[in-house]
């Protein structure tokens, strides 16, 4: 997922029940647009079978120097 | 005196908890007006309870390793009977049922209550201002900021009105304002210290942690409150490490690793200055220091921000529903931006954790620990970082806590450490990186830095 446009935001934020105004949509669509454009490569790309309960897992990876 | 020299002291009865504790009111009487630290001073049953330290002393009765010593926490941790604020007007007259896990176990430990610390607006905010109680002034220059979102606890163990504090670190909030207001902070391995009764922000990151003067009080602090935990399941079981010991521990051995780009980008002249000196300082004290190249950070930023974003507005939603007047605008503001992510992008950014974790251990394999800046710059004044929820608010604050999000996506320990002031005489921090579960070697390394010089030691003078 890219930057959202003010559209986008609107309609989610619909979904979500919590409803905001034009001028909050195009703020909002500023505001997280970058962070959704940093994960952009990793969005899409991840192995199928990884789980968020992976990270304990490499919590726990041995490490020696 | 440190935390840990006033608890000796009281403990040999040299100082008593009631003269300690009376000497931290006067000190919090004579600053408080010009900080704003506090949230509420509770001199009379602090004394009291001080006075009933003494007594129990006197009777050989010792509760533990803080006995008499008197502290104040970020008002965050719930205490059975108290009001916790969370910095918030919503909260502002909610009286804790429960008492949480970090905060009982200093108190098992003997510690007095001295009333508690301001906070950035439910711990959401990277600079210490507050809508609704004000900013916090940086004891080293009035008019500047604390960083948050712990603003209370870094300038009160700056000014040295309670010997430690806790705070807590879901972006930054325990190392930001440690780097701005020049104490030691350590924000734990994610899962080190239980959560169970301290306010959440985003339940994957958030961990709680102590500010205090030096690497050896942090010590002393974790030792007390790491480890398992009914209340809270994701408190770990990984073994709890002698903390104390290893401050004591030499750095003959150890390999540092500084990054070779993303945390030495775009300094401050100051703060490239500081990370050079604090360099040369770790090599004299006898760590092999080498260039490390790491994973792509601005990505773990990224992952980090959506994740923060979306748990933090999940917990917050009713009250976005019914009372969204009552949140500041910069809280309100960072709170709806959650409503742009989708489930299925949060869930990605989860599920990437583990890869990302493995990813920076391999690239980090070759070092015990990484040192890096804090922040690209020291602490700007309250009326330039005065940001408010306008178009460029969020953006300013990832340039602010750039050097911090990360390390929380990836739950490792980081131990910030004072190494320095800029020209303008405001502190500069660094943060030692280590690897899960290992808070121990950080602790060796801050110690060490911190017995060969005296940045820690410095106190600022009452404007």
Known sequence: MTKPTPQNVSAMAEAAGVSVDKETATRIANSIGPALEGFAAIAGTLPFDLEPASYVVAQHLKVTR | MTLTEVARAIAAKQLSSHEVTRACLHRIAQWQPHLNAFMAIESEPALKAATAADEELAKGDIKGPLHGVPLAHKDMYYDAGHVSTCGSLIRRDFVA???????????????????????????????????????????WKHGHVTGGSSSGSGA??????????????????????AHFCGVTGLKVTWGRVSRAGAMPLSQSLDTVGPLAQTAEDCALLLGLMAGLDPEDPTASAAPVQDYLAATKASLKGLRIGVPKSFYVDDLDADVAKALDATIATLKAEGADVVQVGLTDHRQLSAASQIVL??????????????????????????????????????????RWRGAALAAHIAATSGVDAVIAPVSPVAAPSIAESDIGAGQNAEAVIQRLTRFTRPINYLGLPSLAIPCGFSSSGLPIGMQLIGRSFDEATVLTIGAAFQRATDFHAKVPTLP
């Not at chain 2, 003997?110 to 004891?139: C, D, I, K, S, W």
């Not at chain 2, 009160?156 to 304002?177: C, E, H, K, N, W």
């Not at chain 2, 009713?318 to 949060?346: F, H, K």
């Open chain 2, 97 to 139: 049922s429960t008492t949480s896990t970090a905060l009982q176990r200093l108190k098992d430990a003997g510690t007095v209550r001295l009333g508690t610390l301001q906070m950035a607006e439910f711990a959401y905010g990277p600079t210490g201002h507050n809508a609704h109680y004000g900013a916090v002034h940086n004891p």
């Open chain 2, 156 to 177: 009160a163990v700056a000014a040295r009105l309670t010997f430690a504090a806790l705070g807590s670190d879901t972006g930054g909030s325990i190392r930001m304002p």
């Open chain 2, 309 to 350: 974003a979306v748990e933090a507005a999940a917990f917050h939603k009713r009250w976005l529903i019914e009372r969204p007047q009552d949140y500041g605008p910069q809280v309100l503001m960072r709170l709806q931006n959650a409503l742009a992510v989708s489930g299925v992008t949060y869930l990605e950014a989860l």
